[in-house]
């Protein structure tokens, strides 16, 4: 019988071909009593095991939907054969035989726990008991992050889908060790452009609109724009480090190249720290980027990945003023003075792992970064919000981009803590595919930007679009002001912990510009302005500046969000009295007993609608009276109408992935 590798399509990753015979095999027993030499009936069970694999294993939906057909199609029809019928169909669990492990990369990456015990040896026995009673033998825990009782869980031969993970999940949180756990899933970001009819060129950048010709014209109007110049000379003029001079900016992303705008041969001129960067995706010291297209990249998905998006992004931050080899068009970064040590921690930016992602956050504030740029962004992570804890209590400064063609602000740029930066555009208005929300802090270009092109040898430096670009601008800021001030001054002024705190309120204060009908509620205070931010000064303690500021910090350590914040930012656009009374619906809970429910599912519910864009979108719709189809779906009489009923019928779709305490707890 031929193997599956044999009927690999150049466009699907080998990794997702176990899922795919999984997802087979699973949905087997459906088509028992079908002609399968039908190939009408075989095209059925395509798009069945099609649904299938993006629900339970989301990070297919990097795969466009044609090129994840076309190898459905390949293995129905090579694996329906005699053999493999009387395997599935025999075996009362409706597996096959597990692969090797080289061939499992289906997105799951094991567990983060938290063990009641409160450090050392006692929390890490408590873990390995409680891994043990709950998941069996064969995995392995290790520490993670800087918490004593925090431990990564993993197996190399663990392929679980998204039901079996949260089932992992509840079990492990029933031992009498565990205080937390959750599931670790690199999952696809939203940034699927062309479903929204988007044109890019090769290079990734969206073709600008005639009114932007200014951006295009000009290399340098991001600069211009935010007062980088100004705010350079304004430092110099009193004597202080000027253009990020002294600062270290962390910048996880998709790694860095030898890019003459962010690279020098010369040692002493290099400012780009390599040789402390990290790869979170392959464990090594080398976080260089390969530019590879491989998982979402070389194929044909219909996602823009971004194949050196790390050197784009760190060449806003730190490339040197004017251009290193005497081209006409190049890049100069708003802060052309400071460091940056770079952490890979993933291949693309369309590919999200907050677990990599936390990894980074933490190796960056102890390798003395004083900023960190964070261009991506997804789902929410308790054990990443730890992370961007740690390191503003570490007096570093957590700048995040809130997120491209999604619906809501992404984290970890929804969390209080970070500075959530939108994107605008060269006549100062907002960029129509940015992200927007009430936990944006402010804008800043993001539209038609100009970065160093590591993929594209004949055009070293083009635009390009994304909130990525906006954040990497006010990540050189931060490294300006923090230059400019000082850190041991601000640790005296204020405290360590308060600096983060410091920066994000004068820069929402009185460090931005606001253009006429700004909507504040959406893209933040305004566009970042970097000379009215270091113009700001130090409050004295007793100002009411000073004042504001230790009032926000002390808010923010006092308390985490709780899953109606995070419920609320998923769905910004739904009143909240409405998604309280949907939820409540959802869940059969009274609108009291709403936040005890949320504490028991609330992390896999805000998983499904911030990973399935589809299962947001019916839950929106149910509420709304929008769903046409839910009605059909009803199997029952329902006394209840409206909201009610469309809820209910929204949940006979939710049951298909859940986990079973979920499931038995929907309407």
């Not at 399968?36 to 297919?60: F, H, K, N, S």
């Not at 956050?361 to 960190?372: E, F, K, L, P, S």
């Not at 390191?391 to 619906?407: R, T």
Request: hydrophobic residues 45%; glycine residues 8%.
């Amino acid at each position: 019988m031929p193997t599956a590798k044999s009927f690999v399509p150049g466009n699907f990753p080998a990794a997702l071909l176990w899922p795919a015979r999984k997802v087979i095999v699973l949905i087997l027993p459906g088509f028992i009593d079908a002609d399968l030499r039908d190939p009408r009936a075989r095209e059925q069970m395509v798009r069945a095991a099609d649904e299938a694999l993006i629900r339970e294993y989301p990070v297919a939906r990097l795969v466009r939907q044609d090129g994840r057909r076309q190898m459905l199609r390949r293995l129905v029809d090579s694996l329906l054969d005699e053999w493999l019928l009387e395997k599935a169909m025999t075996s009362k669990a409706g597996r096959v035989t597990a692969p090797a492990p080289a061939e499992l990369g289906t997105g799951f990456e094991g567990f983060v726990v938290r063990a009641k015990a409160p450090r050392g040896k006692s929390a890490a026995a408590a873990v390995r008991r409680a891994v043990e009673r709950a998941l069996g033998a064969g995995w392995k825990a290790r520490p993670f992050g800087k918490h004593p009782a925090d431990f990564e869980v993993t197996s190399e031969r663990a392929a679980f889908t998204v039901r079996e993970a949260w089932n992992a999940v509840y079990r492990l949180r029933e031992q009498q060790g565990i205080q937390r756990a959750e599931p670790c899933f690199a999952v696809p970001a939203n940034q699927a452009a062309g479903a929204r009819g988007v044109k890019f060129t090769a290079a990734g950048a969206m073709i600008a609109p005639k009114e932007l010709s200014l951006a295009l014209n000009n290399c340098e109007w991001s600069v211009e724009q935010v007062k980088a110049r100004a705010a350079w000379t304004y430092s110099g003029d009193q004597g202080r480090p000027k253009q990020g001079e002294g600062t270290v900016v962390g910048h996880p992303d998709t790694g860095y190249t030898t890019h003459p705008e962010i690279w020098s041969n010369d040692p002493r001129q290099n400012r780009l720290l390599a040789e402390k960067g990290y790869d979170f995706w392959r464990n090594d010291s080398d976080a260089r980027d390969d530019l590879e297209r491989g998982l979402g990249c070389s194929i044909a998905t219909g996602f823009v990945c971004f194949p050196g998006h790390g050197t784009g992004t760190c060449s806003v931050i730190m490339s040197g003023e004017g251009s290193p080899n005497g081209l006409p068009v190049f890049v100069t970064g708003i802060a052309p003075a400071a460091k940056l040590i770079p952490f890979r921690v993933a291949p693309t930016v369309v590919l999200w792992s907050p677990k990599r992602l936390a990894q980074a956050v933490y190796r960056a504030v102890d390798t003395g970064c004083h900023v960190i740029s964070i261009s991506m962004g997804g789902l929410p992570s308790g054990y990443l919000h730890d992370a961007v804890r740690y390191a503003v209590a570490n007096g570093v400064i957590v700048c995040c981009a809130a997120g491209n063609y999604s619906p809501w602000v992404v984290w970890p740029a929804a969390y209080e803590e970070a500075i959530a930066v939108a994107a605008c555009n060269a006549a100062e208005k907002p960029w129509r595919f940015s992200s927007s929300g009430r936990a944006v802090a402010v804008s800043a270009p993001g539209e038609s930007v100009w970065r160093a092109n590591p993929t594209d040898p004949g055009k070293p430096v083009a635009p390009s679009s994304g909130t990525s670009y906006a954040v990497a601008t006010t990540a050189g800021v931060a490294a300006l002001w923090m230059a400019h001030h000082g850190r041991d001054k601000l640790i005296a002024a204020v405290g360590k912990e308060r600096i983060a705190a410091l920066f994000k309120t004068i820069l929402t204060t009185k460090g931005c510009n606001k253009p006429d009908r700004w909507d504040t509620n959406a893209f933040g205070a305004g566009i970042v302005d970097g000379l009215k931010v270091l113009q700001a000064g130090i409050p004295a303690r007793s100002s009411p500046l000073a004042k504001r500021v230790k009032a926000a910090a002390a808010a923010v350590s006092a308390a985490r969000p709780e899953h109606l914040d995070l419920l609320e930012n998923l769905f910004s656009g739904v009143k909240p009295g409405d998604l309280r009374r949907g939820l409540s619906t959802l869940l059969q809970a009274t609108p009291a007993r709403l936040p005890q429910r949320l504490r028991e599912v609330g992390d896999e519910l805000i998983f499904h609608y911030a990973s399935d864009p589809e299962a947001r979108r019916q839950f929106i719709d149910g509420l709304t009276g929008k769903a046409k189809t839910f009605a059909a779906a009803a199997t029952a009489p329902v006394a209840r109408a409206g909201v009610a009923l469309r809820v209910q019928n929204h949940a006979a779709q939710l049951r298909r992935v859940a986990s079973d305490r979920l499931a038995a707890l929907l309407i």
